[in-house]
């Protein structure tokens, strides 16, 4: 079975200082990764996957992420948070890209 | 527009009210996806459809939730006799159905149980 485990439900950070969002997943065979973003009242948004070729990941609004096997870590980063990538993200993990398994998210709050 | 809508957007139920949840996927998505989504938690699997065929249903949580999805396209979950419990957020997600393709969330259906 796989299973993410997020390992910070809250994350703060000042405007334009790095963030760092972290991901340990477990699963028995080589998984496929993900990053989700929630704005509140919004959907889900693709931020990143990672599919098994390049183990850094690039995602959308400057996100990217890192595949390390050794460490089963997907840590998410971005190097200067602005205001508006306050949301929840979730790590997710699939395999064979059916149903996906959601971490419990962490929150980041972006302050001034 | 072009991606996946649900309705209502909003549904408080009285306990034991019937409720039927509407999702279109994208236009040419093979797979279809339901999810539930706790409040503070994250979302966790229903059900999943390949065109007309549910291929799996291991996570629904009890018989009471039932889903369709007839002409391949239109989905809808059901779910029956609502208790408190079922209050949550239904999202719905589609994608192609092809290897590595991404799942594509609509808005979500917030489903209120009194």
Redesign the interface.
Known sequence: AQSVTQLDSHVSVSEGTPVLLRCNYSSSYSPSLFWYVQHPNKGLQLLLKYTSAATLVKGINGFEAEFKKSETSFHLTKPSAHMSDAAEYFCVVTLFFQKLVFGTGTRLLVSP | GA??SQSPRYKVAKRGQDVALRCDPISGHV?L?W?QQAL??????LT?FQNEAQ??KS?LPSDRFFAERPEGSVSTLKIQRTQQEDSAVY?C?S?LGT??????????TRLLVL
């Open positions: 991606g996946v797979s996806f999810y503070g938690q994250g979302p966790e699997f999943y291929l799996d996570g999202l997600a994608s290897e590595q393709e991404t799942q594509y969330f609509g808005p979500g």
